[in-house]
């Protein structure tokens, strides 16, 4: 049973409980009316519960499509193809927390080589603070 049938048979309890509830009261059965509503209560809270689920599992199905949508050059992660493709993406907060935080165009950062030092444009990251040269 998947979680819709499931919350769809909860509903169809929570009517019946009403409708138990109902034919007690009116043969003044008080003890057996608050059982019914009891169990009634109990029938909403567990229907709010699988809402719930059902919606963080939309959440979790919509975070693993994200994920499997990236592809990681050896530096940054970028979202797509081609030149519709978005990002780039932090490897580090990516790897380390499943952030997915878009990295911003910095300044250039200096790199001593043997013929001197080269420029490099870098990207930087606002939340863990990384510098990833771009080339
Ligand atoms: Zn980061």
Known sequence: MDIGAAITTVTASIGIAKEISALVKAANKVEALEKLVDLREQ???????????????????????????LTF???VYWMGDGEGREGPFCQRCRDGDGRLVRLQAGNKAGRV???GIIQTPIWRCLHCKSRVATT
């Open 43 to 69: 029938l909403v809270d567990a229907k709010q519960a699988m809402l719930d689920l059902r919606e963080e599992n939309h959440g979790l199905k919509a975070a693993l499509e994200r994920r499997e949508a």
């Open 73 to 75: 050059d050896g530096k």
């Open 113 to 115: 080589t043997g013929g």
